[in-house]
């Protein structure tokens, strides 16, 4: 079970892992070797996995949308064929199942709108009648 101290300190990780461990210290008001012995624990308990890069992904492209899919009438093999095509897919940058009022959340990069719109369409044309709806958030 995590307590205060771990919880701030996976706070002050999850803004910059790459702080030092002096400065994680003092920002959450611990020695160094009590974030060092933390960390070390943390890391051994399976809590932190690995410490990864935050990139911000519109260096990469124009903008970054977000679109939401529920789906109907479908079984288990058509799932896992509409989020084969959406791995595949070359605009599709992450892909999450979801239950409750939607199925699907996937975040797309694009160029301009106009990509974005022909993106989204493509992806509605092959969902076809396993659609119920969708939203797009940009």
Known sequence: ML???DKKLLCRLHQNA???ISRIGRSTGLTREIVSYRMK???EEGVIKAYIAKINQSFFCEGVGTV???LTKFDEQRLKDI???L???KAVNWIAELSGTADI???LLYRN???LADTISEIIHFIGNNLKEHHSYN
């Open 41 to 43: 624990k943390l890391e």
């Open 87 to 89: 791995r595949r897919h």
């Open 113 to 115: 709108s106009e990509d």
């Open 68 to 70: 939401l899919f529920k």
């Open 83 to 85: 989020l084969e095509f």
């Open 18 to 20: 790459r702080s030092p």
């Open 3 to 5: 307590d205060k101290i």
């Open 105 to 107: 959340v996937i975040t």
